[in-house]
């Protein structure tokens, strides 16, 4: 008999971001989305009983909320606990703490996925088989990652 174990977690956080896009549009500015995540984690059990512990992605959403999310291809410079960000023919800066700079080129619902589903393998044991994200920016419209390990 073969055994498929899955585990699935959610949590809604807050945060603000802004795109760079190569077209006019109301997502060159700053806003925010009540961001939904959605976690399923294929594997087998570990010496703990566990797939993966739950509480490593609620620590991945508490470094996401309420921040600003950015590119690091647009962050210009740091002095002094400021983030110095040049963008959209913005310049902003920001204080460390309230940022968070994805190692990404953009900050999309899509790349968020790409990240967090980075975030998780990271911390994977080799029980881990598969991992998929789903990122809600609105009830509407989500972009999804899965990665096969």
Known sequence: MGVTRKIYWAKEFDTSHFLSLPYESKCLRIHGHTYRVEVEIWGELNESGMIFD??????LVKHLDHRILVSRDWVVGRKDGVIIVEKNGKRLELPEG??????KPNATAELIAEWFAERIVERAGKNVKRVRVRVW?????????TLEL
């Open 54 to 59: 739950f509480n490593h992605l609620s620590s």
């Open 137 to 145: 920016e609105d009830p509407r419209s989500y972009a999804e990652i």
């Open 98 to 103: 309230e940022v968070v700079i994805l190692d």
